[in-house]
């Protein structure tokens, strides 16, 4: 591991050096598995971050509570450490460009986004990705600075962004953003992931063009 960032109390960015690493598609996964001394092991997936150019594969992951894995590479991790990965894994879930996309992702569930935008943006393809970034706060919402830069519809839960007041995404305001996409992709909790893709319905958005990411609380 090269670096480690704790940005919040809750999340950890860690960058690796992969030996022989595969060149990923932004929205595919890594599994990252812990192995102790005695031979236990055990092991999550996490989104990629990082876009397919950078020579330094990233992960954001969200401490959560008796997280087993998570916790340990939010508390104890260090840069030096050596970890087993698996990847890239995943082809359902990606976005190269070919199609203009709307993503509609809460919380922890950007990450994979970030990996898009950031392959968007080196490419010039910015105007083909239309993101809405959902967090309670803009503290909680990892890379918000970032998704701004790239064009992102922040929508703040719990406290205002501007002139705009805290709430959930309104349907007129994902439309503009939804208008002649061919792919949508959601990506949160699996309440957000529920609330996501009845907003892209409300818009008219086909429900045979939404790809869905959802995790629970036990990763």
């Given at each position: 591991m090269?670096?480690?960032?704790r940005?919040?109390?809750?999340l950890?960015r860690?960058?690796?050096h992969?030996e022989?690493?595969?060149?990923?598609?932004?929205?595919?996964?890594?599994v990252?598995?812990?192995?102790?001394?005695?031979g236990?092991?055990?092991?999550?997936?996490?989104s990629?971050a990082?876009d397919?150019h950078d020579?330094?594969?990233?992960?954001?992951?969200?401490?959560l509570?008796?997280?087993?894995v998570?916790g340990?590479?939010?508390?104890?991790?260090?840069?030096?450490?050596?970890?087993?990965?698996?990847?890239?894994?995943?082809?359902?879930f990606?976005w190269?460009g070919e199609?203009p996309?709307?993503c509609?992702?809460?919380?922890?569930?950007?990450?994979?986004?970030?990996?898009m935008?950031?392959?968007?943006?080196?490419?010039?393809?910015?105007?083909?990705?239309r993101?809405v970034?959902?967090?309670?706060?803009y503290d909680?919402?990892?890379y918000?600075a970032e998704?701004?830069?790239?064009?992102a519809?922040?929508?703040?839960?719990?406290?205002n962004l501007?002139d705009r007041?805290?709430?959930?995404?309104?349907?007129?305001?994902?439309l503009p953003?939804?208008?002649?996409?061919?792919?949508?992709?959601?990506?949160?909790?699996?309440g957000?992931?529920?609330?996501a893709?009845?907003?892209?319905g409300e818009?008219?958005?086909r429900?045979?063009?939404?790809r869905?990411?959802?995790?629970?609380?036990?990763?």
């Amino acid at each position: 591991m090269i670096e480690v960032e704790r940005p919040t109390d809750r999340l950890v960015r860690l960058r690796f050096h992969v030996e022989d690493r595969v060149d990923h598609w932004p929205g595919q996964h890594y599994v990252l598995r812990l192995r102790a001394p005695d031979g236990y092991t055990a092991q999550r997936s996490y989104s990629i971050a990082s876009d397919p150019h950078d020579p330094l594969l990233e992960l954001m992951i969200e401490c959560l509570p008796d997280g087993e894995v998570s916790g340990f590479m939010h508390d104890v991790a260090e840069v030096g450490d050596v970890f087993e990965l698996r990847g890239p894994i995943g082809g359902w879930f990606t976005w190269t460009g070919e199609q203009p996309a709307i993503c509609v992702v809460g919380g922890s569930g950007v990450v994979p986004v970030v990996s898009m935008a950031r392959y968007a943006h080196r490419l010039g393809l910015s105007s083909m990705l239309r993101i809405v970034a959902v967090g309670r706060t803009y503290d909680d919402l990892p890379y918000a600075a970032e998704l701004e830069k790239y064009g992102a519809f922040l929508a703040l839960t719990r406290e205002n962004l501007g002139d705009r007041v805290a709430h959930p995404p309104y349907p007129d305001e994902v439309l503009p953003l939804a208008e002649d996409v061919e792919r949508a992709y959601v990506c949160g909790s699996v309440g957000f992931a529920s609330f996501a893709t009845r907003l892209l319905g409300e818009v008219g958005v086909r429900a045979d063009t939404i790809r869905v990411e959802q995790f629970g609380a036990t990763s």
